[in-house]
């Protein structure tokens, strides 16, 4: 089955600075890569997702590319603000399921 | 508004006992999941449903058990709860595939 590799766990920068997270995936068969961000205490909420047939989607201070050959896709998060703190799973969905990253815990540090 | 309820926010109960953690939705989404979330293995899905009468099971599904009776609910229910079960459950919902999850707001279930 599909199993999906998420990078770093934790992550530090600088308020302003930039943020990249990295997932792999298995299956070739996956066609949809989802982001979801998680807030202390919160539910998951999708931020952000890719088709396969696209290589890069933007939505004002974030993106995120993929690369289907070599089967691995990132975040990228520009000019990083405290309500980024958060933890952020990526996802590949292969057939009938989504399958989750465990996940970056990401630090916005004043 | 729409929405997806879970019930109930947090449920301490003993090891053997039969547990269901509900959830609601008001969206008629066809697709429904259950996830686990521990520390260090993220979102584990542990069975879903794409709609009345179907269930399929997920990574994490030895212990668990659904049934999916009408559109709204997809509750979830631990036969013989164990300690390795203490968890935060989300329920999750879309209305298409593969589309958007909606989370509930999750369940913590303690099990002593």
């Known amino acids: 089955g599909e199993n999906v590799e998420q990078h770093p766990s934790t992550l530090s920068v600088q308020e302003g600075d930039s943020a990249v997270i990295k997932c792999t995936y298995s299956?070739?068969?996956?066609?949809?890569f989802p982001w979801y961000k998680q807030e202390l205490g919160k539910r998951p909420q999708l931020i952000i997702d890719?088709?396969?047939?696209?290589g890069e989607k933007k939505d004002q201070r974030i993106a995120v590319t993929l690369n289907k050959t070599a089967k691995h896709f990132s975040l990228h998060i520009t000019e990083t603000q405290p309500e980024d703190s958060a933890v952020y799973f990526c996802a590949a969905v292969p057939d009938d399921k989504i399958i989750f990253g465990k996940g970056t815990r990401l630090h916005i540090l004043p | 508004d729409a929405e997806i309820t879970q019930s109930p926010r947090h449920k301490i109960t003993e090891t053997g006992r039969q547990v269901t953690l509900a959830c609601h939705q008001t969206?008629?989404?066809?697709?429904m999941f259950w996830y686990r979330q521990d520390l260090g293995h993220g979102l584990r899905l542990i069975h879903y449903s794409y709609g009345v009468q179907d269930t399929n099971k997920g990574e994490v599904s030895d212990g668990y058990s659904v049934s999916r009776s009408n559109t709204e609910d997809l509750p979830l229910t631990l036969e013989s709860a164990a300690s390795s079960q203490t968890s935060v459950y989300f329920c999750a919902t879309s209305r298409g595939w593969p589309e958007k999850l909606f989370f509930g707001s999750g369940t913590q279930l303690s099990v002593l």
């Open positions: 890719i088709r396969s047939n696209v």
């Open positions: 969206w008629n989404h066809n697709n």
């Open positions: 299956d070739s068969a996956s066609n949809y």
